[in-house]
């Protein structure tokens, strides 16, 4: 980001960076910088909250007026509300069968969750006007018979043209995540942890991924294996042993 | 979060030590007033309009988004999956600020908003970034905007 912003500076645009990572921008030195105290993912911080997300970005705005070059970097001084639980938030359900169980058994039970989860998914699109799942261009339900079809050893091809199989997994696999968390968020202000311990630690859909990117560790193909090792389950959430 | 001491040790030493090009010239635009700006966003969300290509892995290009994108017609193809996407799911002002912008067009206190923004896939080489963003400035000027808020993740 600060590299981007001394690209277009050198041609005569004035830039001012979010940044997320004070020392990226230190080393860097972009002309201008606003450091702020936010979980990464949220430059401007808390979701629904206009005046904090106005202070924000009129902070980072009011350096385009001030002295203070060629390179300045100010702290924004406030941590993100929402950073914190919301110890009222109950997840839409806790479900019964995790863990344990076989690739079959994982795969019924990723089908059957996501089904269960429309309900929930449908009250988080009245709630937020918005869904962003769709990067695999495929339905929900595809999305979940093409991961269980990956879990029980069929190597399905890739249902999109211009898609390869690994990078249509990968999509898949987001637009599921995506799908989970919003639903497990229709009600209440969790936490981004709050819903990451849910669908990491509670969810079929979880303990699904889990188990997908243990077995294609293993797979021949080289691209499915970086893919499975890197950008499917967070590093934060991976289980060692 | 996020100061480096809330994240994994080996992500903040990651993030901390990332290499980053080391530019010999300070560039230092000014203009004028705020309300005589034009804004636009750049991301580097890996962002992309609902039904146009994804970002694949580390594309060194851009996408457009228009100033007239519905809310739920932006989606995020970032590769990275260690950050958090909730708030982004909940709000896209929380990445992509533009309904903050056009509040801010309107009372008067920013001049306009960009007809068209744009997002980049952040965990591209910078330097492979360049002539793209160079390509930017252009189409940037060619809509009058002079300035840019650039919003990571």
Not at chain 2, 133 to 152: F, I, Q, T
């Amino acid at each position: 980001m600060s590299a981007l912003g001394h690209y277009l500076e050198e041609d005569g645009i004035a830039t001012v960076a979010i940044a997320l990572i004070r020392p990226q921008a230190e080393n860097t030195r972009p002309p201008r910088a606003l450091w702020v105290p936010f979980e990464l993912g949220r430059p401007f911080g808390p979701p629904s909250d206009v005046a904090f997300q106005k202070r924000v970005l009129l902070s980072a705005l009011g350096m385009l007026v001030e002295g203070g070059g060629p390179t300045r970097i100010i702290d924004f001084p406030d941590d993100d509300p929402r950073a914190q639980p919301d110890l009222t938030w109950k997840p839409p359900f806790v479900s019964a069968a995790v863990g344990g169980g076989d690739v079959e058994a994982l795969a019924v039970g990723l089908r059957a969750e996501v089904l269960s989860l429309q309900d929930a998914h449908q009250r988080w699109m009245a709630r937020h006007g918005r869904s962003t799942v769709g990067l695999s261009g495929l339905s929900i339900a595809a999305c979940a018979q093409y991961v269980a079809d990956w879990l029980t050893g069929k190597a399905p091809p890739s249902p999109r043209d211009g898609f390869s199989a690994p990078l249509i997994l990968r999509f898949a696999v987001d637009d599921l995540k995506a799908y989970c968390l919003e639903a497990a968020g229709e009600t209440g202000e969790p936490s981004s942890r709050q819903l990451g311990d849910w669908l990491w630690n509670q969810t079929a859909t979880g303990e699904a991924l889990h188990a997908l990117r243990q077995l294609l560790l293993a797979h021949a193909d080289e691209r499915l294996r970086l893919i499975v090792a890197n950008f499917m389950v967070p590093g934060a959430r991976l289980r060692t042993g | 979060m996020t100061r480096l001491t809330d994240l994994a040790p080996d992500q903040a030493k990651r993030l901390a030590e990332l290499e980053c090009p080391d530019f010999e010239t300070r560039p230092w635009v000014t203009g004028p007033v705020l309300s005589e700006r034009r804004v636009a966003i750049v991301s580097s969300a890996g962002l992309v309009v609902r039904g146009a290509d994804p970002f694949r892995g580390r594309d060194p290009d851009y996408r457009a988004i228009p100033s007239t994108v519905a809310a739920g017609d932006l989606l995020c193809s970032h590769i990275s999956i260690n950050f958090d996407r909730t708030g982004f799911q909940e709000d896209w002002n929380v990445v992509f600020p533009l309904d903050r912008l056009n509040e801010l067009a309107s009372e008067g206190t920013i001049g306009s908003v960009a007809a068209t923004h744009y997002s980049f896939m952040g965990a591209t080489d910078p330097i492979q970034m360049e002539p793209y963003a160079r390509e930017l400035a252009g189409r940037l000027k060619a809509d009058s905007v002079d300035a840019v808020v650039l919003s990571p993740v």
